[in-house]
């Protein structure tokens, strides 16, 4: 790793904390805050050995090499590409699929192609949350879920309908 990534730290639950394996702000991990002083050290040392195995960016994640095993969806003989037009998409969530999209082409994880008979629906969903408990107007008690951020997803059942088992 040439030069440690910036990272935004978040909030964490009170018995969490950061420790960090360069300076006072490089190279975050987050801890138990129970450990004792040694314990902490120990831990940091082991990580800082092993640096090299946490991946800090997308593209740091190491997987099998495509050249080894390239995975082949077997269609069924009498099914015809779908395609499936993007809907309109209200310009926050627009830009919330923009940005996902973004991040899985600069990581390597995607990549562009525009000659594929099969073009899938993408969806954003709110992210699961936790529920809160707010009163309405009328002084009752209501169960709300907490927003959390969004899901960006694909559609896939076309696809699936078309595809036939490979065992």
Same mark, same amino acid.
């Given at each position: 790793? =040439?030069?440690?990534? &910036? *990272?935004?730290?978040?909030? #964490?639950?009170?018995? #969490?904390? @950061? $420790?960090?394996? &360069?300076? =006072? =702000?490089?190279?975050?991990? +987050?801890?138990?805050?129970?450990?004792?002083?040694?314990?902490?050290?120990?831990?940091?040392? *082991?990580?800082?050995?092993?640096? /090299? $195995?946490? $991946? !800090?960016?997308?593209?740091?994640?190491?997987?099998?090499?495509?050249?080894?095993?390239?995975?082949?969806? #077997?269609?069924? =003989?009498?099914? &015809?590409? $779908?395609?499936?037009?993007?809907? /309109?998409?209200?310009?926050? +969530?627009?830009? *919330? +699929?923009?940005?996902?999209?973004?991040?899985?082409?600069?990581?390597?994880?995607? @990549?562009? +192609?525009?000659?594929?008979? !099969?073009?899938?629906? *993408?969806?954003?969903?709110?992210?699961?949350?936790?529920?809160?408990?707010? &009163?309405?107007?009328?002084?009752?008690?209501?169960?709300?879920?907490?927003?959390?951020? !969004? /899901?960006?997803?694909?559609? @896939?059942?076309?696809?699936?309908?078309?595809?036939?088992?490979?065992?």
């Amino acid at each position: 790793m =040439d030069e440690p990534p &910036e *990272v935004e730290l978040k909030d #964490l639950p009170p018995h #969490l904390e @950061y $420790a960090f394996m &360069e300076g =006072d =702000d490089k190279l975050p991990v +987050i801890i138990s805050k129970d450990l004792s002083v040694e314990e902490k050290t120990a831990l940091i040392t *082991v990580l800082k050995s092993h640096k /090299r $195995a946490i $991946a !800090w960016k997308l593209f740091d994640i190491k997987g099998i090499n495509p050249k080894f095993y390239i995975h082949k969806i #077997l269609m069924e =003989d009498d099914f &015809e590409p $779908a395609v499936q037009h993007q809907r /309109r998409v209200n310009p926050k +969530i627009h830009d *919330v +699929i923009k940005q996902v999209v973004l991040k899985l082409l600069n990581a390597g994880l995607i @990549y562009p +192609i525009s000659d594929s008979p !099969w073009v899938r629906l *993408v969806h954003c969903v709110p992210k699961k949350g936790g529920f809160t408990v707010v &009163e309405n107007k009328e002084n009752e008690l209501i169960l709300t879920r907490l927003f959390t951020g !969004w /899901r960006v997803c694909i559609d @896939y059942r076309k696809l699936n309908e078309a595809t036939r088992e490979d065992h």
